[in-house]
């Protein structure tokens, strides 16, 4: 698709993305051949320039019904054009005379009424906005007028919409061709039953979708010389045979099947069916139903299906039962026998064989034998081969296969007998409803014959057009013999060349017996180990990988050898041959002498190979008309579109491919009128003058120095690149005409702001210096009202204040002094109790002598001294004991008085203690003495600063006079305030010495008054309280 030009910073592009395939972004930077990319969503990525393309902001929001009209025909741009017609529920988009029809998985049936066809029967394509019925109508027109056949290729993978596309294209060719108010079958009625009957016995649920076709289908609709449909024809390709023993889960086998499961009892009970699960060819899988799908309705509608296309009610019986047949035989089960031979395993098998040669109208011996033994006929003798269990159940399922095979072929030629053919007819339209490009994980026999058709049907789809670019050159008479054409030959050389082909090599290895998938892999790997379309897969044996147009598959080879063989087990053929039943019978015609005798080798490849090459034959006959059908998403949700997914399908189904191939000539095509009108700024002088449409194209594109181009007769024919080249050049110009417009903008919005601005300043100053003077009038006269309240209060409160606080220092002092006078007391009461001690410690002992001796003396008179010395020594005794008395009673009173003295020593002490905080005392009243003098010279300082505050206003105004204090008229308004700051001293402190040398009586008189005093306060305090709320 070109490599990127002109990319430059700030350029919108698509660059690539893991997840949405592409995304939107803007160049930040360019260095070099990588480029600094900011994406929608605010990531930073780097990468080279090669892999990003330029994208179109100019593109309709609702996309393009053409993409032939986007500017930039690349991948992400087309990937997106879809996406964003997908999301307004346009499923249709033309790519030239190409329809891309993107599956909706919901009911849109308003697109298909009656009123829809009738709006399209004979309008030209791209008047209306694109649909399956414009195409079909395109196809009809020409071969009326031009009396050419036409075809419709319908592709896409399983699930993309082909088979309800193909049925939309027969329908409307019937509403276009049809007999009006025939009697009885018309050909298009038998036409459009014919789907119905086909899809039960070709269709089956696959992974990807719940009706996917097995066979690809090529209807024949031919037309008398009036238009009407006179005759038709179905051709069938590659039944996938192999489906019918072998289905994967969630998959089911074909829908025939599990709608003879679903028949009315009656016919269950006559060929012994019951639940799918029951059989073996159908357990394989836990999907039985289908969801929204009603297999005993649709049951009934294909038995009515059969009436309309001729095949008659004991013929519908005898295809039943042969389905019913192929059931049972799946159900036969072998076990091992004697040697290497084979038997049925149990009774259940013998049932089913049983049932099985009811059905097929068979000898059930001849059955056993025909399962289990083989027969080789050789020159000399006649050798039976008995077969083991697997041999056997190979047999068995290849015997079930072609049975299928045969049915199906016959259902195809009896529709194609009872629609009939016209010999007469000159013209007809082709309608191709053929697999897609398929790619799993396992790839087989079947995936390499769908690949190969697509490989076919593409180079048909790139000639076709390059024919349609040339014919489009030739039409604008430019220069195109140059134009180089992509072709994909090398790789159907690969597949189909003959001899050397991996076709031919597959057949020659059927040929030989010793023949293996390893082999004949290994043969693969010698002949083509240098083509470039084949690649051996490391570490592999058996698998081989080609490189297809759409992409690389890898194949797997272990049953191409199987699948390729096609021949009928002479056993068999000898059975069925022999059946009863005339259906089974004519399915299996006896072989003639010349075909025996032969023995050419015959091969589904080949046999396929022929086949396409007459239907390419077919196509090269006539007009070709291409739909390509897309699955949004692979979880089958409606209103779900996956990019990488539908990306995938795009490359597959060709239309990339096409695109390269537009590319390498002139993609881009744009009228004279519409290509001035999107440059024409790149050259504005051509505005000024009246210049020819071309002259004036060539004027631009050599003043921007593009070369290359190519002028038609009406158009100008731009190569790969070119239309970048021009949008740079554009977009730098509107990117210099937007800064000077933007200067000029937002210089006149800047003076239109200021002077806005200054207009309402003005306005608003106005109205806020009136508002201001207005609020500084009121406050002056408040403040002119309030300022006398305010002194007089304050002068009060101040007052007041001073009056506390001294009254304070009072209570403090009185307590100080009553401390004193207490301490005074108690050392008067310490001193008179010593003093009392103390006299009694020096004058009770002799006072108390005195009084004894008295007392003594009293009791005692004196007595003469007696001379005896009897006498004498008695008195003495006395006198001794009284004095030892004296003596005791002495040293009690020392005792006493020592006692005493200890005490008055204690006492002394703790007089002293008591003393030296009476003076501590002191000292703090003197403290606060002093603070309260200074208290009291701050709070004069802050009197006399408020009063400077109070009458500052007045200063600024002439009729206001200053506030002074006038003690007089204060003392006559209120005597609380009247006292001057001096009044409030206090006399100098009395000395301790004075105070403790007045009697007790004097101090409490002095304390009393104090009392007095505070006590008279108590009525002036609350007289004043109600100032304190105020301060």
Known sequence: MGMPQDIDVGSHIWVGDPELAWTDGIVMNVKGTEAEVQTGDGKMLITTLSKIYPRDLESPDEGVDDMTKLSYLNEPAVLYNLATRYKINEIYTYCGNILIAVNPFQSLSHLYDDSIMQRYKGVQLGELSPHVFAIADVAYRAMINEGKSNSILVSGESGAGKTETTKMLMRYLAFLGGHAAAEGRTVEQQVLESNPVLEAFGNAKTVRNNNSSRFGKFVEIQFDRHGRISGAAIRTYLLERSRVCQISDPERNYHCFYLLCAAPLEEIQRYKLGDPKSFHYLNQSSCYELVGVNDAHDYLATRKAMDVVGISEKEQEAIFRVVAAILHLGNIAFA????????????????????????????????????????????????????????????????????????????????????????????????LDIYGFESFETNSFEQFCINF????????????????????????????????????????????????????????????????????????????????????????????????????????????????????????????????????????????????????????????????????????????????????????????????????????????????????????????????????????????????????????????????????????????????????????????????????????????????????????????RGKLARQLYTTMKKEAAAATEIQKTFRRQVARRKYIETKSSAIVLQTGLRTMVARNEFRYMAKTKSAVIIQEKTDVCPFKEHEVVQKENELCPIIEEISSHDEGASDIDILRAKVEKLKALLLAEKKRADELEKKHAEAQELSEKRRKKLEETEKRVYQLQDSLNKLLFSMSDQFSQLKTILSSPSNKRSTSQPITRNDSSDSSDNSDASSSDSDFTFPSPVDSANISSLPPDAVQRIVKDASATETGSEDSEKEGGAFDDYF
Request: with cysteine; charged share 25%; aromatic share 8%.
């Open 336 to 431: 091992k026998g004697e040697e290497d031979s084979s038997m049925l395993q149990d009774d259940e098998s013998k049932f089913h064989l049983q049932m099985t040669a009811e059905l097929l109208m068979c000898d059930p011996q001849a059955l056993e034998v025909a399962l289990c033994e083989r027969v080789m006929i050789t020159p000399e003798e006649i050798i039976k081969r008995s077969l083991d269990p697997h041999g056997a159940t190979v047999s068995r399922d290849g015997l079930a296969k072609t049975i299928y095979s045969r049915l199906f072929d016959w259902l195809v030629n009896k529709i194609n007998v009872s629609i009939g053919q016209d010999p007469h007819s000159q013209c007809l339209i082709g309608v």
């Open 453 to 768: 058709t697509n490989e076919k049907l593409q180079q048909h789809f790139n000639q076709h057009v390059f024919k349609m670019e040339q014919a489009e050159y030739k039409n604008e008479e430019i220069d195109w013999s140059y134009v180089e054409f992509v072709d994909n030959q090398d790789v159907l050389d690969l597949l189909e060349k003959k001899p050397g082909g991996i076709i031919s090599l597959l057949d020659e290895a059927c040929m030989f017996p010793k023949s293996t998938h390893e082999t004949f892999t290994q043969k693969l790997y010698q002949t083509f180990k240098d083509h470039k379309r084949f690649v051996k897969p490391k570490l592999a044996r058996t698998e081989f990988t080609i490189v297809h147009y759409a992409g690389e598959v890898q194949y797997q080879s272990d049953q191409f050898l199987d699948k390729n063989k096609d021949y009928v087990v002479p056993e068999h053929q000898d059975l069925l041959s022999a059946s009863q039943c005339p259906f089974v019978a004519g399915l299996f015609p006896p072989l003639s002498e010349e075909t025996a005798k032969s023995g050419k080798f015959s091969s589904i490849g080949s046999r396929f190979k022929l086949q396409l090459q007459q239907l390419m034959d077919i196509l090269k006959s006539t007009e070709p008309n291409y739909i390509r059908c897309i699955k949004p998403n692979s979880e089958l949700k409606s209103a779900v579109f996956e990019n990488a997914n539908v990306l995938q399908q795009l490359r597959s189904g060709g239309v990339l491919e096409a695109i390269r191939v537009k590319c390498k000539g002139y993609p881009t095509h744009r009228t004279f009128i519409e290509f001035l009108n999107r440059f024409a700024i790149l050259a504005p002088e051509i505005l000024e003058g009246n210049y020819d449409e071309q002259v004036a194209c060539k004027w631009i594109l050599e003043k921007v120095g593009v070369t290359g181009y190519q002028m038609g007769k009406t158009k100008v024919f731009l190569k790969a690149g070119q239309m970048a080249v021009l949008d740079a050049h554009k977009a730098k110009i509107l990117g210099e005409s937007a800064k000077v417009v933007q200067k000029h903008i937002r210089s006149h919005l800047g003076r239109k702001r200021y002077v806005c601005m200054r207009r309402s300043s003005i306005h608003i100053q106005t109205a806020w």
